[in-house]
């Protein structure tokens, strides 16, 4: 039996295309075959063009968003380092723990959950001793905050530290210019604005980063190693693992996707869901957590006025309306919900379904709700 089609509008995964979908299917080759490896290259290629970079390490790693996390920890830390983490949600605290078991000394600069991190509280951290690396989370998909990454990545350059970066759900969505920044490590996951299934890890690591491989004084986690990576990905192409061939294909046509928009035009499109979005939960009297100059437009997580219950009112989209969203993470778990608009996700039809859906929720909570004004005002402007 196949599983219902649910409309995807939760922090991930995002909907895929029927063309990416069909690429799945696509006859399974070898990972060394010839008839895949320019299909590879062309990805690789393509995915420099995304991040921004001239990286020649740029490749879609195996696994998944969090695999993307352990090859840059795996790489770039040893025991003792000096590592700064901007935890203001989840995805950085667990960026912070990764670093920890990893043996380094982490100093966490911490902002309260929804709330909008001060960079210079991190950059404040970089210059208080000797860095090894500094790690922030872009767009930390547990709040929807979006951090402003250029104050952070000249001070981390500064003070001669490598800047990681967490793109799981900024890349796709928004324009990203990695060189430009002064990025070092950047990772990401291919099932949030790239609209392409969970499964692989778009990973690019800087000279300066693989310098700091080549340094340590032991070798990197045999499945992350950047050096055996390159030995695969780079022009030896020689066997390191059964690359995901099936993933690799729908990656590949996400990508001509997004080739074919355009990455300014993909941002604007997020960007203007975003905006219809937050008009219509204006108009139910909802309110997000993150003001929409701070806020990732991918992703909106929206307060829960008292008296409603999460677990009711997501079931009630899931079970009556086919579609997922998103509950609240760590200290908002039950007090948020989260909405994702994401890659193929990011349309104006999706945002009147979920308005109507969540208005409907409302009234079977015993909540006055005017849902076609939250449409008309979706539509507006
Ligand atoms: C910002 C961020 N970082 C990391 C991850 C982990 O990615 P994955 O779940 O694909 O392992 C996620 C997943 O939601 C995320 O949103």
Redesign the pocket.
């Known amino acids: 039996m196949p599983p219902p089609e649910v409309l995807l509008l939760g922090?991930?995964p995002s909907p895929t295309s029927p063309l990416v979908r069909a690429a799945q299917a696509w006859p399974l080759l070898g990972h060394l075959d010839p008839a895949f490896l320019p299909l590879l290259e062309n990805v690789q290629q393509r995915l420099r063009e995304l991040f921004g970079t001239a990286n020649a390490f740029t490749l879609p790693l195996a696994g998944?968003?969090?695999s993307g996390?352990e090859a840059v920890v795996g790489n770039l830390i040893e025991p003792g380092d000096r590592v700064v983490v901007g935890v203001h949600g989840i995805?950085g605290q667990r960026f912070a723990e990764a670093a920890r078991r990893r043996g380094a000394d982490v100093v966490e600069v911490r902002t309260e959950f929804g709330a909008v991190p001060d960079p210079a509280a991190i950059v404040r951290a970089i210059q208080a001793g000797p860095v090894r690396l500094c790690g922030v989370?872009h767009?930390?998909?547990s709040t929807g905050v979006l951090l402003d990454l250029r104050p952070i990545a000249a001070a981390a350059r500064a003070a001669g530290a490598l800047f990681a970066v967490?793109a799981?759900?900024s890349l796709g969505g928004l324009v990203w210019q990695a060189d430009d920044l002064g990025v070092d490590a950047a990772f990401s996951?291919t099932?949030k604005c790239l609209s392409a299934p969970?499964g692989l890890a778009p990973l690019t690591l800087s000279a300066a980063a693989l310098r700091r491989v080549a340094e340590r004084r032991s070798p990197p986690p045999f499945a992350v190693d950047a050096g055996l990576l390159m030995g695969y990905f780079g022009a030896d192409r020689a066997y390191h693992h059964t690359a995901p061939v099936s993933l690799v294909y729908a990656l590949s046509a996400a990508l001509d996707e997004v080739a074919a928009e355009g990455m300014d035009g993909r941002e604007r499109r997020h960007r203007a869901v975003a905006a219809q979005l937050r008009r219509g939960l204006d108009a139910l009297d909802l309110a997000p957590l993150v003001a929409a100059a701070h806020a990732t437009p991918m992703l909106t997580s929206v307060r829960y006025p008292d008296g409603v219950d999460d677990r009711v009112f997501r079931a009630h989209l899931r079970n009556v309306h086919r579609i997922e969203i998103g509950g609240g993470l760590g200290s908002l778990a039950g007090r948020v919900f989260r909405l994702g608009l994401m890659g193929h996700g990011a349309r104006p039809e999706n945002v009147l379904r979920v308005l109507a859906a969540i208005g409907d929720a409302l009234a079977a909570q015993g909540r006055a709700v005017d849902i076609a004004a939250a449409l008309a005002a979706a539509r507006a402007g």
């Open positions: 922090p991930g998944t968003g969090t996390m995805f989370v767009a930390e998909t967490d799981v759900t996951g099932q969970p």
